[in-house]
């Protein structure tokens, strides 16, 4: 079965750390690029980061970008998002989400989600 | 960024409605357009890519239309399972951006 399942997500003070991962499994992880997508709560959902199979490309949300890093490690399946600088709009649910890879990009498969809680 | 401006933002209807929701680009991405349904507590699913394909294994009562910065998912006949959010999302040049989404509740 094809999987994704997100970890690491909780409650940090503002301006702290937090990195959150994803194991993937029912694929060949290697040949996807991968995203992180959130979703603040009552809110709708805001792309993140993005991460070629190859980790070749790396893009940024304008919002994230100098405080978040996204890597993988193909050989353990995984998916990391190393969140620095935290701030109370971070507090979010975050999705992991593979993308289809082919013709038109598009996130097929999707985590249940780690809550993440910025809070003082 | 690509702005992407779905309307309405909500709407009532009842099972066997014919529901169309629509989703504004702010300016050209072709088709490079994808549709997303999401239920409370659950996460995203993938409906439709590419602006008209159907994704695996969604049922063919979702259709999706448009290209240039005009587009349109079509619900031919509501079903309960159907009530949720929809968001529509631009593929075509990174960062990605989603519309504020459309909730589709029971009238």
């Known amino acids: 079965e094809v999987q994704l399942v997100e970890s690491g997500g909780g409650l940090v003070k503002p301006g702290g750390s937090l990195r959150l991962s994803c194991a993937a499994s029912?694929?060949?992880?290697?040949?996807?690029?991968m995203n992180w997508v959130r979703q603040a709560p009552g809110k709708g959902l805001e792309w993140v980061s993005c991460?070629?199979?190859?980790?070749?490309?790396?893009y940024y949300a304008d919002s994230v970008k100098g405080r978040f890093t996204i890597s993988r490690d193909n050989a353990k399946n995984s998916l990391y998002l190393q969140m620095n600088s935290l701030r109370a709009e971070d507090t979010a649910m975050y999705y992991c989400?593979?993308?289809?890879?082919?013709?038109?990009?598009?996130?097929?498969?999707w985590g249940q989600g780690t809550v993440v809680t910025v809070s003082s | 960024d690509i702005q992407m401006t779905q309307s309405p933002s909500s709407l009532s209807a009842s099972v066997g409605d014919r529901v169309t929701i629509t989703c504004r680009a702010s300016?050209?991405?072709?088709?490079?357009l994808n549709w997303y349904q999401q239920k409370p507590g659950k996460a995203p699913k993938l409906l439709i890519y590419?602006?008209?394909s159907l994704q695996s294994g969604v049922p063919s009562r979702f259709s999706g239309s448009g290209s240039g910065t005009d587009f349109t998912l079509t619900i031919s006949s509501l079903q309960p399972e159907d009530f949720a959010t929809y968001y529509c999302?631009?593929?075509?040049?990174?960062?990605?951006?989603f519309g504020q989404g459309t909730r589709v509740e029971i009238k």
């Open positions: 999302q631009q593929s075509y040049r990174t960062s990605w951006t």
């Open positions: 989400a593979r993308d289809r890879t082919r013709a038109y990009d598009a996130f097929d498969i």
């Open positions: 029912g694929f060949t992880f290697s040949s996807y690029s």
């Open positions: 991460i070629s199979g190859s980790s070749s490309y790396i």
């Open positions: 300016q050209s991405i072709s088709n490079y």
């Open positions: 590419g602006a008209s």
